[in-house]
């Protein structure tokens, strides 16, 4: 964990920083003496007693939610999200730059449900890089992870060494100071809406990812999967009205072409995983190959073509 991420959280039990590194002590220990061990994987819980009453994803899930995203089927999402990161840090920094002589103190994104880190991952190795050239100058850029799931925040913290990796309920007050995020990102999670408000700077920034209706329609039923059933945009504005505005949203529509494997993986990966058998479902699934295309490459697995669609919305603070 890079120390300027853990500079953005605060102890739960107190409200004071961390002193971090601690020489001898492989653990955040803040002002107080609150001590929270630092997993052999890199996370931290911070989480003590009981969090929301909330099914975890199963191992089996995350596994198959790092199969299905490493095998790169939503790197258009990522690329997406990443240039919304860039476009709205380059923005705050610029007003900032405006402000003040510009002293440049790092840009803290928070990942709320990162998951297994592989959205921020992409996010992270693209800011600073292409992006740059599009719009300008980025700051140095910092993230804390938040997941109540340890399964999932082994792999994050694995795969994001440099991130605070953190096992927290969103549905609490945050471990992090008022003012202290450039960007949010919620994908696909939990939204705390007042909470999100409180830890982002002024001007700082919600970026929203949702499903839209007819989401991998092509393949859902055959998959058992839940459907989804109608675009809940119009409730996401309402619900985060109090404190933030719509400034922008766009839909994406990426084709896909998926074998087998792929496509148990996404079932398994989304909340009727919990119900799904893979097994079961690999060979309700072998009748695929009936309705498929062969790929053109010479011995290539039957795949199947299915659309994935997203919803992105970006959030600004009412001021
Ligand atoms: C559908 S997954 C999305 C993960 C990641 N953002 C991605 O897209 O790969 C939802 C994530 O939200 C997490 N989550 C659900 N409820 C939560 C809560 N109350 N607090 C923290 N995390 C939560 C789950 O553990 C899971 O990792
Ligand atoms: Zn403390």
């Not at 994987?41 to 191992?59: E, P, R």
């Not at 709205?88 to 880190?117: F, H, N, W, Y």
């Not at 949010?184 to 939204?191: E, H, K, S």
């Amino acid at each position: 964990m890079e120390i300027v991420a853990v500079n953005a959280l605060l102890c739960p039990h107190c409200g004071r920083s961390f002193i971090y590194p601690l020489p001898g002590a492989n653990a955040l220990v803040c002002a107080d003496g609150h001590s929270f061990d630092i997993a052999r994987q890199g996370y931290v819980n911070l989480l003590t007693g009981h969090g929301t009453k909330f099914i975890s994803d199963t191992a089996d899930m995350v596994a198959a939610r790092d199969a299905f995203l490493d095998a790169g089927h939503y790197s258009a999402l990522a690329n997406e999200v990443a240039r919304q990161v860039s476009k709205q840090l380059s923005r705050a920094q610029l007003s900032k730059a405006q402000l003040s002589a510009g002293e440049s103190e790092p840009a803290v994104i928070v990942d709320a449900g990162t998951g297994t880190g592989w959205y921020l991952h992409q996010v992270l190795a693209s800011v600073n890089t292409e992006t740059e050239e599009q719009f300008g100058e980025m700051p140095n850029v910092v993230a804390v992870g938040l997941d109540i799931s340890k399964f999932a925040l082994r792999r994050a913290a694995r795969r994001n060494p440099q991130v605070a990796n953190i096992v927290w309920d969103l549905w609490r007050e945050l471990p992090l100071g008022t003012d202290t995020a450039d960007v949010v990102l919620v994908i696909f999670a939990p939204r705390n809406v007042r909470e999100f408000a409180r830890i982002l700077k002024p001007g700082g920034t919600v970026i929203v990812i949702t499903p839209l209706p007819g989401h991998l329609a092509e393949i859902a039923q055959d998959a058992g999967m839940l459907a989804i059933q109608d675009d809940k945009e119009v409730a996401l504005v309402q619900a985060m009205a109090e404190h933030f505005v719509l400034i922008d949203s766009q839909e994406l529509l990426v084709p896909l072409l998926l074998d087998l494997p792929d496509v148990v993986n996404v079932a398994l990966m989304g909340p009727a995983g919990h119900h799904l058998d893979a097994d079961e479902l690999r060979k309700r699934l072998s009748n695929l190959s009936a309705q498929t295309k062969r790929h053109a490459e010479k011995n290539a697995q039957p795949q199947t073509s299915a659309t994935a669609a997203f919803r992105i919305s970006i959030f600004a603070q009412v001021p």
